[in-house]
């Protein structure tokens, strides 16, 4: 999938694509990261609550991006190295 590119259109995208972004990787990694943000900073120091959502969220996210991105080419049989 070429960056810069957002496709909306279902048609559009492989067979691969559709299986892999259904799952909402980064969404739902992004819902546990400020989860466990809260958590934590709760944990370590109450006054963290207001910081620890907001880089738990964006933690979360940037590692859902990256599974994401990973299933991809592990399904489209690429290595990743560069464009085809």
């Known amino acids: ?3 810069g590119r957002f496709r ?6 492989t067979a691969a694509e ?3 972004v259904a799952k ?5 990694a992004l819902v546990v990261g400020m989860g466990l943000g809260i958590a934590v ?3 370590v120091a109450p006054a963290l609550v207001v910081v620890g959502p907001i880089v738990g969220g ?5 590692l859902g991006r990256r599974y994401r991105a990973r299933r991809l080419r592990g399904l ?4 990743g190295s560069g464009p085809e």
Do not use: K, N
């Open 1 to 3: 999938m070429a960056i």
């Open 8 to 13: 909306t259109d279902p048609a559009e995208l």
């Open 18 to 20: 559709r299986a892999v």
């Open 24 to 28: 909402q990787h980064p969404e739902g």
């Open 41 to 43: 900073s709760m944990a």
């Open 58 to 62: 964006v933690a979360g996210y940037a």
């Open 76 to 79: 489209d049989g690429s290595d």
